[in-house]
């Protein structure tokens, strides 16, 4: 198979079929051997991560397929921890898509004068970051992205409505095991012009409580996958 990309976390390949294979690895973001889904760069290994995010990233893709939400999803292999996509181009150079259901993080940082850490956003708040660890992956508004020819606003619509509805199914589920979802992050592409969620639903890429306590993004996955 010819490589088309290796990242830090996921090596990807063409397939004769036309559609992409995902290889993940063991290998973690953080620093200085402690895992953290905030750091830029791989901090240490795993060992068996790389299956495990796979396994509850499938969960979440084959629950939202019964949710009649389409996505770049089309089946995987856990044991070798593969999973094949359809292909689809990135927004710009890489989009970030966040749902806020609790204000939080940099949201905090940003707009603490006018709400307090842990207060409730009704509905959930989306919001977009460009991929750039060099300018701290700056946010940018709808009417950005329409200006700088990223994507059209009823692309944007389209995504920031998908979000809504995917972060939900993701609340709903971890709610059902005694856990809340505080905020969540996603990726988007376009495959035949047509919007879908792309990449992965990991632990990773989420920010989850249990009672007044985070809970450790491993120790999610394993929550997620073992229940």
Same mark, same amino acid.
């Given at each position: 198979?010819?490589?088309?990309?290796?990242?830090?976390?996921?090596?990807?390949?063409? /397939? *004769?079929? %036309?559609? $992409?294979?995902?290889? !993940? #690895?063991? @290998?973690?973001? &953080?620093?200085?051997? +402690?895992?953290?889904? =905030?750091?830029?760069?791989?901090?240490?290994?795993?060992e068996?991560?790389?299956?495990?995010?796979?396994?509850?990233?499938?969960?979440?893709?084959?629950m939202?397929?019964?949710?009649?939400?389409?996505?770049?999803y089309?089946?995987?292999?856990?044991?070798?921890?593969?999973?094949?996509?359809?292909?689809?181009?990135?927004?710009?150079?890489?989009?970030?898509?966040?749902?806020?259901?609790?204000?939080?993080?940099?949201?905090?940082?940003?707009?603490?004068?006018?709400?307090?850490?842990?207060?409730? /956003? *009704?509905? %959930?708040? $989306?919001?977009?970051? !460009? #991929?750039? @660890?060099?300018? &701290?992956?700056?946010? +940018?508004?709808?009417? =950005?992205?329409?200006?700088?020819g990223?994507?059209?606003?009823?692309?944007?619509?389209?995504?920031?409505?998908?979000?809504?509805?995917?972060?939900?199914?993701?609340?709903?589920?971890?709610?059902?095991?005694?856990?809340?979802?505080w905020d969540?992050?996603?990726?988007?592409?376009?495959?035949?012009?047509?919007?879908?969620?792309?990449?992965?639903?990991?632990?990773?890429?989420?920010?989850?409580?249990?009672?007044?306590?985070?809970?450790?993004?491993?120790?999610?996955?394993?929550?997620?996958?073992?229940?």
């Amino acid at each position: 198979m010819e490589k088309l990309y290796t990242g830090k976390t996921k090596d990807v390949y063409k /397939l *004769e079929n %036309g559609n $992409v294979m995902l290889k !993940f #690895k063991d @290998d973690c973001t &953080g620093k200085d051997g +402690v895992f953290d889904p =905030g750091e830029n760069s791989v901090g240490l290994t795993i060992e068996g991560i790389g299956k495990a995010n796979l396994k509850s990233s499938v969960y979440y893709f084959e629950m939202l397929k019964k949710a009649g939400i389409k996505t770049h999803y089309v089946s995987a292999d856990i044991e070798n921890a593969t999973m094949e996509v359809l292909p689809a181009t990135v927004f710009g150079h890489g989009l970030e898509v966040i749902c806020r259901l609790v204000a939080t993080g940099s949201f905090i940082r940003r707009y603490g004068e006018y709400i307090e850490n842990g207060t409730r /956003l *009704e509905g %959930g708040y $989306v919001e977009c970051t !460009f #991929k750039n @660890d060099a300018k &701290g992956d700056p946010l +940018v508004t709808a009417e =950005g992205l329409a200006a700088l020819g990223v994507m059209s606003m009823d692309m944007f619509n389209s995504m920031k409505e998908q979000t809504l509805k995917i972060t939900k199914v993701v609340a709903d589920d971890l709610k059902s095991i005694g856990l809340d979802l505080w905020d969540i992050k996603f990726e988007f592409g376009y495959n035949n012009g047509e919007v879908i969620l792309i990449d992965e639903i990991a632990s990773g890429n989420m920010r989850v409580y249990k009672g007044d306590k985070i809970v450790d993004p491993v120790e999610l996955t394993k929550l997620i996958n073992n229940r």
